[in-house]
């Protein structure tokens, strides 16, 4: 009877995947729409819905600093119709920002494909103050401990690149966090906050009209496009900070839906058109991987941040 009844379960699942997708799915994005990262998920999702000839929609679900993304993702059907695109933050960093998480990455998530493995930051300055270099920015903030600052993002992982830089040069330049993205730029380009740490994408617009000098990238090499922008790596040795997009489903979802969209998702992500649209978001991918090496190089970036973050002592909220 118990032999009959798991054949039976699995026929079952294997006509449910076959059958998929029969009604419109969800994709979570953790921000808010107009984002980096809500851009290019609209863009897979637009290439999924033709794909498979139904829809694929983003809901953006900001509330909680991604923690409610993150939950609601780990507790929908796993069924097929609902998926995740977690970041570095819910993959590895959040465990050490917040004393308890309403999810267990492990637990609750199953990996499906790379939509973006490098979303680089970059340090910029404006034009004003007299450094052309990392090398020449680390002598200036040492002259002038607690003096000089920089513009960043308010929330969870956005600080981090300032803190770890910190950290590795022996410097002492104070975060100035900004709720409002928009407000950041433009006080960093006006100078009356002296120097950025943000996104590539963010940051290019600036760049291209000289109203804001870029020293350096966090990412491990060069970004495309930017080949005369060093990393901070090549200064300060073992720096390396960047975002990852990671599409993930509930636990305990079809295995045979999961390499349906994982074979789909490769494809699309090697698209020429779709790979121009990641550099101008400030982001790359290699491919999308199998669900199997996605694990793997989760765990690969958790192992990283867990160095930087425990290096870093911070207290979780």
């Known amino acids: 009877m118990l032999l009959a009844a798991a054949v039976l379960s699995a026929a079952a699942t294997q006509a449910q995947a076959r059958d998929w997708p029969e009604r419109p799915v969800r994709l979570i994005a953790p921000v808010s729409s107009g984002t980096a990262l809500d851009t290019i998920l609209r863009v897979v999702a637009d290439r999924l819905s033709k794909a498979f000839g139904t829809t694929f929609y983003v809901e953006n679900i900001v509330a909680g600093v991604g923690l409610v993304a993150a939950q609601t993702a780990a507790r929908a059907e796993p069924d097929g119709y609902t998926f995740y695109l977690a970041g570095v933050g819910v993959i590895a960093a959040d465990r050490h920002l917040f004393k308890s998480l309403p999810y267990d990455p492990d637990r609750d998530f199953m990996p499906i494909a790379v939509i973006y493995d490098n979303s680089a930051f970059a340090i910029a300055v404006h034009p004003d103050v007299p450094a052309r270099s990392i090398p020449e920015l680390i ?14 993002g308010s929330v969870g992982v956005l600080g981090i690149p300032g803190e770890w ?44 009209a ?20 060093p990393t901070v790596g090549e200064t300060l040795p073992g720096y390396r900070v960047v975002g990852i997009g990671i599409l993930v489903a509930p636990a305990a979802t079809s295995r045979e839906i999961v390499q349906r969209l994982n074979r789909e998702i490769d494809r699309i992500v090697r698209e020429q058109e779709v790979v121009q649209q990641l550099y101008t978001l400030g982001m790359t991918n290699s491919g999308a991987g ?20 425990s290096s870093l002592n911070i207290t979780p909220q």
Do not use: C
């Open 139 to 152: 002598a200036l903030a040492k002259t002038q401990p607690g003096k000089l600052s920089y513009a960043t």
């Open 165 to 208: 830089f910190n950290k590795l040069a022996g410097t002492d330049i104070l975060a100035v966090p900004y709720r409002n993205a928009s407000q950041m730029l433009q006080d960093a380009a006006a100078g009356i906050t002296p120097m950025i740490i943000t996104t590539i994408g963010a940051l290019a617009p600036l760049k291209e």
């Open 210 to 229: 000289n109203r804001l000098r870029v020293l350096a990238v966090t990412s491990a090499q060069r970004f495309p496009g930017w080949a005369d922008v």
């Open 290 to 309: 199998t669900p199997e090496s996605v694990a793997e190089f989760m765990r690969a970036e958790r192992e990283n941040l867990d160095h930087v973050l």
